[in-house]
DNA sequence: TGAGCATACCTCGGCGCCGATGTATTTTCC
DNA sequence: GGAAAATACATCGGCGCCGAGGTATGCTCA
């Protein structure tokens, strides 16, 4: 995911790695600080592998300033990892909120709205996170009053994310349809 | 987070690894499902540390079936772990999900507040996933409607949680203070 | 009877994460 | 003038996760 987030915030902006370690920090760190340790192999890793491009530049404040930039390939990966995001960026919540921090590169409506979609499919399908047996168990069938938060609380972000995907999806379909028109 | 999980299950009842990963996928599985590659070196690693107790019965359905049964050092383990929980688990939902799961064997209710205490104070300090500077950006503040989207739903969901978490905590708090009038 | 499937357990290599530690520069403040 | 703090970057060892692959058992159904 860190991969993700680094490309993502490049696709904006050039950035130095302070920087970059700023902003991850503020959208995921509250839940999962982000350690120097990582942040910077990982930068590591993309410049080898030509995503990003680095060079250096004299420190405004501190040390001389790594400046990153997003190559060619690096953004069609950034794309391509938009636009077909794995699965796991569609079914884990700190996934998915990363993927629609950045969702808005990907240009095209329709593009946004088959991402936007299949975060729709997995809502609606029914889960739960207890069973007897086979049975999903809802938050009547449960004594423990935690347990029954836990169903509560997911129960609760589910509607009302599913009730913003069906908004938002009817938005990006006026405005692909508009532009359809329009040529 | 897994050796937690598998400690909090065992609390319940022995089982052996392959009912444990049935419970785990339900609990967990629909978000990022859980390797057996990661399940069984966990076990092993519980059992070298003797917090778990393997021993080998006849299979009724297929292959030998290792039932697994937590120790006294696994249970007093998992019960500090409920009760000192690490910050991951106050501050990623998918963890603390997971703690609420088996908080019910703190069986003191003055613990488990304390525990819904540092949720709820997790919580309410103001934090938003975008900045602009230092300054946190609230829904209004922004274009994109996918980034407003992430914003929305963290924010119905931290309110249904809140009204939970204060909900729930009055009544722990009640009654602990019935139970030490009874003392 | 034997092929296929579900059950059940295990190992290994690759790789990423993390905490600890190190280095260097500049600003702040006593 | 010197200590401390903030800025900025980097490495390393340990360890956990994961996918791929392997082994074995017992049930079902043709």
């Known amino acids: 995911m860190l991969d993700f987030v680094i490309l993502g915030f490049l696709y904006d902006s050039r950035l130095h790695g302070w920087e970059l370690r700023t902003r991850i ?8 600080p982000v ?3 990582t942040l910077y192999p ?21 040390a001389p300033r790594h400046m ?5 390939v690096g953004e069609s990966r950034l794309l391509r990892m938009l636009r077909e995001p794995e699965e796991v960026y569609i079914t884990d919540e700190n996934h998915w909120f990363c993927l629609l921090a950045f969702l808005r590169h990907l240009e095209d409506p ?3 709205a088959a991402v936007l979609k299949r975060r ?13 047996g086979d049975k999903p168990l809802s938050a009547e069938d449960l ?13 609760a972000t589910s509607r009302t994310e599913l009730q913003w995907l069906k908004k938002t999806i009817g938005e990006l379909e006026d405005k692909g349809g508009r532009a359809a028109v329009r040529n």
Chains 1, 2 share one sequence.
Do not use: C, M, W
């Open 42 to 62: 990982a930068i590591k890793r993309l410049v080898d592998a030509t995503l990003v491009l680095k060079n250096i530049e004299a420190g405004s404040i501190a």
């Open 143 to 155: 004594d423990d009053p935690f347990r029954r938060g836990v169903l509560e609380i997911a129960r």
């Open 68 to 72: 990153l930039e997003l190559s060619p």
């Open 25 to 32: 920090s503020a959208l995921t760190g509250h839940v999962r």
């Open 35 to 37: 350690a120097d340790g």
């Open 110 to 112: 329709a593009a946004q």
């Open 120 to 132: 729709l499919k997995f809502l609606s399908t029914p889960a739960s996170f207890f069973y007897d």
